[in-house]
């Protein structure tokens, strides 16, 4: 036999229906039936739904080479404990100065990196999802010849969808104790919409920070922003903007991803934020080519689609998203 859910409403009626009859019996049956119904009923409470679970100060996810997946050879540790959670750690301890590793979902973009550390691991993210990856490493032979010293495939299926853009990465890099992560607490303090949070950190950024031209020509291949030094010397290039404001937010537990790719012909960085009952916002801190700006969010909170921000992300030309971080 089939369950019904039985509404509210209907309980109601089916109540007051059954008081109905019992006066049709007397006041003894109307009265007895009065008090069965009064002692029956209690206050039950809509359940709320958890929409953004605000840390009460900072929420740094510590990335962990726990060590019960491991693939190595006499060169390189790749530590995969944690594909799960959208991330692997790479340690390399051979002697080469120059090494990239190259990261490929099937299908999808080759993610390029230098391995910068010795003897200590770095993370990396599996930014696309679940899926077939290949994990390659290379040293340096000559120039842009590398020889391949390591490769590994990888099956990742990942818990949680929004977690390779809650961890720190290469990209993203912060702590619980880093001056970034530090200043984003104050900033969100007492906000709990994540529209304001978003909003308020995009204000304190763009306020005290300004854009380095003499970083912008000068930029060679392989830079990694240090979110605590922009923050501390209040300028840099369209990357470390990118860096930082990703860095507050994913330590306010707002999934948000850096994006590298395209505005026009123009290779550029951006920030995606995940909203509840919205989903992913493309480009919703971007930068128009003179001055970052932020996409009127106000259709996320109020359920009203702003016509401006419809038509642009709308306008696929606007954005074209090469890398996530």
């Not at 920070?209 to 392989?222: E, F, I, N, P, R």
Request: proline share 3%; net charge negative; aromatic share 12%.
């Amino acid at each position: 036999m089939k369950k019904r859910n039985i509404s509210a409403g209907f309980l109601a009626v089916v109540l007051t229906a059954g008081l109905m009859a019992c006066s049709s019996v007397g006041s003894e049956a109307v009265q007895s039936s009065a008090a069965e119904t009064t002692a029956a009923l209690v206050v039950i409470e809509d359940n709320q739904i958890p929409l953004y679970e605000k840390p009460a100060s900072s929420n740094v996810r510590q990335p962990q080479a726990s060590g019960s997946v491991v693939y190595n050879n006499s060169k390189v540790l790749l530590d995969a404990s944690n594909s799960g959670q959208g991330y692997v750690m790479l340690k390399y301890t051979g002697s080469n100065a120059k090494i990239k590793v190259q990261i490929t979902k099937s299908g999808k973009e080759t993610y390029t990196y230098d391995l910068n550390a010795r003897d200590d691991y770095e993370v990396f993210p599996l930014s696309e999802g679940n899926g077939s990856y290949s994990v390659k490493v290379f040293e340096n032979v000559t120039g842009n010849q590398y020889s391949q010293a390591f490769s590994q495939d990888l099956s990742v299926t990942i818990a949680d969808e929004f977690a390779p853009f809650l961890y720190p990465n290469q990209y993203v890099n912060f702590s619980s104790n880093c001056a970034a992560v530090q200043t984003g607490a104050q900033i969100a303090s007492g906000i709990n919409d994540p529209i304001e949070v978003v909003s308020a950190v995009y204000n304190y950024v763009v306020t005290n920070l300004t854009y380095d031209t003499a970083k912008a020509s000068s930029v060679k291949s392989g830079y990694l922003p240090d979110v605590d030094t922009v923050l501390a010397q209040k300028k840099g290039i369209c990357f470390d903007y990118a860096a930082l404001m990703t860095a507050m937010l994913r330590s306010q537990n707002i999934p948000t991803k850096l994006v590298v790719g395209y505005t026009g012909s123009v290779y550029h960085a951006w920030v995606n934020v995940y909203i509840d009952n919205v989903g992913w916002v493309d480009g919703m801190i971007f930068f128009d080519g003179t001055d970052w700006q932020l996409m009127d969010p106000t259709f996320a909170s109020s359920g009203k689609q702003s016509k401006e921000i419809m038509e642009y992300i709308g306008n696929a030309s606007n954005y074209q998203a090469k890398f996530l971080y």
